[in-house]
């Protein structure tokens, strides 16, 4: 069975096909668009009969602007335009394949060679299993503290949650640090004083590094070479010193200077924790 397909982009347009049975004399005729009709596109086939082959396609056209009408620039829509000139058509044969068809698949699917592919309309999501630490300390038998900074200005981070994700990093100086007393060994705790508290930080981590930085560079924030000492979905139920307790401690060598970084993951911004910016160690 042959078929014709038609692509007339008219503003109106009708149209007739005839096709030239075998016997002489036979002719079949198919009707596309009419004047009144409501689409400017379509697909025309010949009746489908096996036993009867077309020889010769007559396409007969008969143009006019709606209405009788010519487009102007102040209204476009009215009668023919600049692009209403011309009836594209098409004349297929269904039998004959494009040859990339032939040797190509339809659909290519990275990694994949089975016949059959699942897939869904809905979002998928992925899953990922973290193992957080929670500790507990029990009998100290001996601590060190000290004390960095000062607090004449409250802050709303690193511990705010006005932004949904955040990651921040403070720099504290070897000299800092012997100035409140400590000493080499193992930062096994970090406290924190809250003026105020807000919502939870869900995956609050902190990563502690030393550093050759004696300021930090927004433009060049050093991102590798931490340890992990604290990560736990981290809630304020009061104000005042919250201490956060290393599952794995921190060994100082007593010169270099300290990089230590926090960060969290909300699904979504909520009311910030401001904290009095005094630190201890």
Not at 86 to 102: A, F, G, I, K
Not at 174 to 184: I, K, P, V
Not at 256 to 263: A, I
Request: charged share 15%; aromatic share 14%.
């Amino acid at each position: 069975m042959k078929q014709i397909y038609s692509l007339l982009c008219l503003i109106a347009c009708w149209g007739l096909m005839e096709g030239t049975m075998a016997a002489p004399g036979d002719t079949t005729v198919v009707g596309t668009f009419r004047f009144d009709s409501s689409m400017r596109s379509g697909v025309f086939m010949f009746p489908n009969d096996p036993g009867k082959t077309y020889e010769k396609i007559l396409m007969l056209y008969s143009m006019r602007c709606k209405n009788g009408l010519v487009s102007t620039s102040a209204n476009t829509n009215l009668g023919c335009g600049e692009w209403d000139y011309n009836c594209y058509t098409y004349v297929v044969d269904s039998s004959q394949t494009d040859s990339l068809r032939q040797t190509h698949s339809n659909y290519d699917i990275s990694q994949f060679s089975g016949g059959s592919f699942a897939f869904t309309y809905d979002s998928v999501y992925t899953y990922t299993l973290f193992e957080q630490q929670s500790v507990t300390y029990g009998n100290v038998i001996g601590e060190n503290t000290g004390s960095v900074g000062n607090d004449v200005f409250p802050s709303d981070h690193p511990l705010g949650s006005a932004d949904a994700i955040a990651r921040t990093q403070y720099l504290w100086t070897a000299a800092e640090l012997t100035a409140a007393e400590l000493t080499t060994g193992d930062i096994t705790a970090l406290r924190m004083e809250l003026q105020s508290t807000g919502n939870m930080l869900n995956n609050l981590r902190i990563r502690i590094k030393t550093t050759q930085q004696t300021y930090l560079d927004p433009y060049a924030p050093e991102l590798d070479g931490f340890t992990e000492v604290y990560f736990l979905n981290t809630s304020f139920l009061t104000t005042g010193l919250q201490q956060f307790n290393f599952y794995n401690p921190f060994t100082w060598d007593g010169s270099s200077n300290l990089l230590v970084e926090f960060s969290y993951q909300n699904i979504s911004p909520g009311v910030d924790n401001i904290q009095i910016p005094r630190s201890g160690l």
